[in-house]
């Protein structure tokens, strides 16, 4: 069997160093997947912002958009072009005031991971909250109901079944980073593991 692919000469530009192109779409979790129905789905802000719970109707209340983006695991595969739904992180910042002392978010999952960005690696137009995956609820396994996509940097940052982000005036570092990954991860950069 063949599981990965060596990219053509025309998306080659697009796959970072020490990266390979998966078949499918794998399912990357570290513990158990947690069971989130979209009644009981709520995303809660706090720290150097408004406190607010945001329910499953506020999110689609929000302008809604296609996303097409590349997705790039630290494991060294990655897909191109995968096709979501959702709602960017600058429309959703529009209904939130955040104080200037805010610098970075450290994001929260139902399951307690967590990965923490620079407020300004968070606040991107290409960054957004997915909900469809091809067209389709997202799944499960996937993230589903809701999950954060951020493809400039390594898909550990895509924080799946996301339920807090927390705004703060220094950097916190998230379960992987902790764990020996580097605090940033931009993948064309290679910045897979801290060095410490
Ligand atoms: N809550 C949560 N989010 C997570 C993870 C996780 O274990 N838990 N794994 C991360 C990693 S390492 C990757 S590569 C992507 C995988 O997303 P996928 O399973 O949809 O491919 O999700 C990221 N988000
Ligand atoms: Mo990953």
Redesign the pocket.
């Known amino acids: 069997m063949k599981y990965f692919e060596k990219p053509g000469a025309d998306v080659a530009d697009r796959v970072p160093p020490g990266q390979h192109l998966a078949k499918g779409?794998?399912?990357?979790?570290?513990?158990d997947t947690p069971q989130v129905s979209q009644a009981d789905w709520k995303l809660k802000t706090w720290g150097h912002a408004e406190r607010k719970t945001y329910t499953w109707e506020d999110m689609m209340a929000l302008p809604q958009q296609d996303f097409t983006a590349d997705?790039h695991?630290?494991?060294t595969w990655s897909k191109l072009d995968v096709k979501w739904t959702g709602i960017a992180v600058p429309d959703f910042l529009q209904t939130l005031a955040v104080e200037k002392t805010a610098s970075h978010v450290l994001l929260h999952?139902?399951?307690d991971?967590t990965?923490n960005l620079t407020l300004e690696d968070f606040n991107r137009p290409e960054n957004f909250f997915a909900h469809t995956l091809y067209g389709e609820p997202l799944p499960v396994?996937?993230?589903g109901p809701m999950?954060l996509v951020v493809p400039h940097l390594?898909?550990?940052k895509?924080?799946?079944?996301l339920n807090g982000i927390e705004f703060l005036p220094q950097e916190n570092l998230g379960f992987?980073e902790r764990n020996g990954y580097h605090r940033r991860g931009e993948p064309f950069a290679e910045e897979r593991y801290s060095g410490r």
């Open positions: 779409f794998p399912v990357l979790t570290y513990g997705f695991c630290v494991t999952c139902f399951g991971y990965t396994d996937h993230g999950r390594y898909a550990w895509s924080a799946k079944w992987w």
